[in-house]
């Protein structure tokens, strides 16, 4: 069952996280429970609750969020590698209502996921 938007909430300040990048258009900040030595939430600005519901009018966004995550698993020293997880509703596993990407490395990763 999806939760209140509380990204929302980290974009807005009203509830603190441990921001890494920020810019006009997406925020990036450590996940409260890291299930990898690294583990950062990637969020727009713009909410969009699930990755289901985007449109080609955020084709730009989407490409944006790409690119600053291959930024930020460089700058997080993940050069050797790193997983990029977007949970989209109940059975993906998804808890927080607002388009999210998962940036995870420091350890091996395992195939099929959980
Ligand atoms: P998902 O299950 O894909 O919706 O991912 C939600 C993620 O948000 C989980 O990995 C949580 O650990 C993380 N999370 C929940 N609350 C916070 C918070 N206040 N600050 C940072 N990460 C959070």
């Known amino acids: 069952m999806l939760a209140d938007n509380l990204f929302l909430k980290i974009i807005e300040r009203k509830i603190p996280a441990n921001i890494c990048y920020e810019d006009d ?6 996940d409260i429970n890291p299930q990898a030595p690294t583990h950062v939430l990637l969020v727009p600005k713009k909410v969009i609750p699930t990755h289901a519901d985007v ?4 084709r730009e966004l989407l490409g944006h969020l790409h690119l ?10 993940l050069s050797d590698g790193y997983r990029l997880v ?14 999210h990407m998962h ?5 091996d990763m395992h195939w099929p996921p959980g």
């Open 25 to 30: 258009r997406c925020l990036a900040f450590h």
């Open 68 to 77: 600053v995550a291959a930024k930020l698993a460089n700058q997080l020293g």
């Open 55 to 58: 449109t080609d009018a955020d």
């Open 86 to 99: 977007v949970n989209c509703r109940d059975r993906g596993g998804q808890t927080v209502p607002h388009l």
């Open 103 to 107: 940036l995870l490395g420091g350890r």
